[in-house]
């Protein structure tokens, strides 16, 4: 018998006609609190994606788009320029994390939809109306394109396959119900025996404390490691694969994702454990070829010498923290996109898969 379809957390929502807001869980609470941020202008919606209340790079371009709304809809409540006002929201959204490229994908839509209805003659409140359908949209295919990717992944698993996944590339990553884990929920739904090996992902821990919540909650078996424990795990048999999302893929396929995720394409490839990256199209930048020009995020060093709540470091030791790394192509087995799944990634798949979605 099938497993019931899982249930997925709404990780955020726009509430309200255009004098509404944005509704999200604040992911830093989790797991031990679940409680909803209310956003309301575009500075809380900056500083809730530099924080990582929103995260995982779909949810932070749906989340974009939704800032823009909020800077336009203060402006047409205020008789303000509305468009000068959208223009000023992408700008300071623009500048609130560098690497996930569906943030900058989501900002030129939201900045297009804006100039055409300028076009059109549009302006004030129904230029903001227009913004808001235009969000919407990004969210609602956002939705439907993790559907679709959990469709074409859950076509790789196996009965019994266990997955091991780095960092959060699940519902509350996402506007639906994940990319990485949707395969997972999918193969699931459909009465598959799948479980899943989770890193615990170093430091701010998004594996360890929303992955292993949103799989528990949707009733998926789910086993916590830490993250030097992955070529251990795969020494042993355990997995027979690893899917992991991504926050920016070049059109060449090299893929940039949470920091550590290099370490595990490596251990997969020295193991012989396909090595499977789920992301929508809208994560693939299509002006760089290498990845080694991707803008990689530094964060603060207090994550790594006090992220647990307590000091683990001496005082004033030199710190390095880089968010994300970068795996070249050639230990990507395949990325699993909306449009089906491009295997041995190259250019030329790439491409072809950006065609056929209709972004080239
Ligand atoms: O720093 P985060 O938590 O935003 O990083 C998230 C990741 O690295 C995810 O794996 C990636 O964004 C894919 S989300 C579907």
Redesign the pocket.
């Known amino acids: 018998m099938p497993a019931p379809a899982p249930s997925h957390p709404e990780t955020l929502t726009w509430t309200g006609g255009l004098d509404g807001h944005v509704r999200m869980i604040e992911q830093t609470l989790l797991p031990t609190r679940h409680e909803l941020l209310e956003v309301r202008g575009v500075p809380e919606m900056v500083d809730a994606i530099r924080r990582?209340a929103v995260?995982?790079?779909?949810?932070?371009g749906v989340a974009a788009g939704y800032g823009v709304v909020l800077g336009a809809a203060g402006a047409a409540r205020a008789g303000a320029d509305v468009a000068q006002a959208t223009g000023e929201a992408i700008d300071a959204l623009w500048v609130s994390?560098p690497t996930?490229v569906n943030l900058f994908w989501a900002l030129d839509r939201m900045r297009a939809a804006c100039a055409a209805a300028v076009a059109e003659g549009l302006g004030g409140q129904s230029l903001a109306e227009r913004l808001l359908e235009e969000a919407l949209a990004i969210h609602a295919s956002d939705r439907e394109t993790c559907r679709l990717i959990g469709e074409h992944g859950a076509g790789l698993l196996e009965d019994g396959t266990c997955i091991l996944t780095?960092?959060?590339?699940?519902a509350l990553?996402?506007g639906g119900m994940?990319?990485?884990l949707a395969p997972v929920y999918t193969a699931h739904a459909q009465g598959k025996r799948v479980s899943v090996y989770a890193d615990e992902t170093r430091p701010?821990l998004?594996g360890a404390r929303i992955t292993c919540w949103e799989l528990q909650q949707a009733g998926v078996p789910v086993t916590l490691i830490t993250d030097g424990m992955a070529a251990r795990v795969m020494s042993e048999g355990r997995v027979q694969a690893v899917i992991?999302?991504?926050?920016r893929i070049t059109r060449g396929g090299d893929v940039c994702?949470?920091i550590g995720?290099f370490q595990v394409a490596l251990a997969a490839r020295h193991h012989g454990v396909p090595f499977h990256v789920?992301?929508p199209l809208s994560?693939v930048d299509t002006e760089l070829i290498e990845g080694r020009d991707i803008p990689i995020?530094e964060r603060a060093p207090e994550e790594i010498t006090c992220g647990l709540g307590r000091q683990t470091a001496p005082e004033g030791v030199q710190v390095y923290n880089p968010?994300?790394d970068v795996t070249p192509r050639d230990l990507v087995t395949s990325i699993i996109t909306e449009v089906g799944v491009v295997h041995a990634p190259s250019l030329e798949r790439m491409e072809e898969a950006l065609q056929r979605g209709g972004r080239m």
Not at 166 to 170: E, K, L, T, V
Not at 244 to 247: A, L, P
């Open positions: 990582l995260r995982g790079a779909p949810a932070i994390r996930a780095h960092c959060n590339a699940g990553a996402t994940g990319t990485a701010l998004q992991v999302g991504s926050d994702n949470k995720t789920a992301a994560t995020e968010a994300f």
